[in-house]
C-alpha cells in the first residue's frame, strides 16, 4: 500500500472510531433509533410511589408503595416480571406480565397486570448495551409513581459479585410503630459507605435521618446473591435487624445495587453504587 493510500485508510478509521455505534442519521446529526427489540434483555426494576384512590383490601389512601423486581422484555413487545412490593408497610411477592411498547424516538408505554391490579407506564430510554435503562411513570388513576429500571449483566451474578467500596442512599416512610422510634408515619433517610468481601458479607457505617432526628449508624450484613442477578440481605444495624430484597444491576464501576425493606412497617428504596 502507498503511503498516500495508507494515509487516508488511518485518516477513515481514526474517523469511523470517533462516530456514535449504532446510530442512525438524521438532521440533528447521528442518534439511534428505538423499538421493541432496543429493550430485549432482562432488567433490575426499582419503583416509588403514593396511592391515592382507596384499593378494597387496603388502608384509607393516601399511603406509600414501593417495589423491587426483576423484568424481563423479550424484545418483541411482551414482558414479564417476578418482584416483592411494600403497601403501607406490608410485604407482597408477586408476579406480572404484560405487553409495551417502543417508539422510535425512544419514548416507551406498557400494560402490565398483576394480582389482578392493572397498571400502566409511559416513560423515555436511555443509554446503550449494559448502560441501557428506562425511566417510567405510572399514568394511572390510582397510583402517582415512577420507577427506573437498569440492565442485569447477561453473564449473571454470584456470591463473588460484589466486592469492594461502594457508597449507599435511600430513603422512604415507617409506617408502623417500633419501639423507641416517633410516632408514625414519618419519613427517614440514610447515607453511608459500606465494604463487601466478595464472599456475601459486608460492613459499614452511615448516618440515619429518622423524622428529622440524625443518627451515627454502625451496621454489618450478610448476602444471598442469586445467578439472576436477585439478592436478599440481612442487615444488623443499630436499630435492629433489617432484611431487603432487590437486585444487581451494571458491572464495574457502573455497577449498582437497588434494593427494597421487606420488613414490616417499612416502605423504603435504597441503591448502592461502587466507588
Keep these: 500500500m502507498s503511503t498516500k493510500k495508507l494515509g487516508w485508510f488511518l485518516l477513515l478509521v481514526v474517523t469511523l472510531l470517533s462516530l456514535p455505534s449504532l446510530g442512525a442519521a438524521n438532521d440533528e446529526g447521528w442518534s439511534e433509533k428505538c ?16 396511592v391515592v384512590v382507596q384499593l378494597p383490601g387496603f388502608p384509607p389512601p393516601p399511603f406509600p408503595v414501593a417495589l423491587s423486581g426483576l423484568v424481563i422484555f423479550d424484545g418483541a413487545g411482551n414482558v414479564s416480571a417476578t418482584m416483592t412490593a411494600d403497601f403501607d408497610g406490608i410485604s407482597m411477592p408477586g408476579t406480572a406480565t404484560g405487553t409495551y411498547a417502543v417508539n422510535p424516538d425512544c419514548t416507551y408505554s406498557d400494560t402490565i397486570i398483576s394480582s389482578g391490579f392493572l397498571g400502566h407506564h409511559a416513560g423515555t430510554i436511555t443509554g446503550a448495551g449494559l448502560l441501557r435503562q428506562l425511566n417510567a411513570m405510572y399514568t394511572d388513576p390510582w397510583l ?49 459507605i459500606f465494604t ?16 428529622g432526628k440524625a443518627i451515627p449508624d454502625e451496621f454489618t450484613g450478610a448476602d444471598t ?12 444495624t443499630s436499630l435492629g435487624v433489617i432484611h431487603e430484597w432487590g437486585t444487581i444491576t451494571g458491572e464495574g464501576m457502573f455497577q449498582e445495587v437497588n434494593k427494597i425493606v421487606t420488613d414490616p412497617g417499612w416502605v423504603f428504596v435504597e441503591t448502592a453504587k461502587k466507588q
Excluded at 446473591?225 to 444488623?236: A, F, R
Design 35 to 50: 423499538s421493541v427489540a432496543t429493550l430485549k434483555g432482562t432488567y433490575g426494576d426499582l419503583e416509588q410511589g403514593t
Design 144 to 192: 402517582v409513581g415512577w420507577g427506573t429500571l437498569k440492565k442485569t449483566p447477561p453473564w449473571g451474578c454470584s456470591s463473588g459479585t460484589l466486592r469492594g467500596k461502594y457508597g449507599l442512599f435511600g430513603q422512604g416512610t415507617i409506617t408502623a410503630q417500633m419501639p423507641g422510634l416517633p410516632t408514625p408515619p414519618f419519613p427517614v433517610a440514610h447515607s453511608g
Design 196 to 211: 463487601a468481601n466478595g464472599a456475601g458479607a459486608l460492613s459499614g457505617n452511615d448516618t440515619i435521618n429518622m423524622d
Design 225 to 236: 446473591i442469586n445467578p439472576d442477578c436477585t439478592i436478599s440481605s440481612v442487615i444488623t
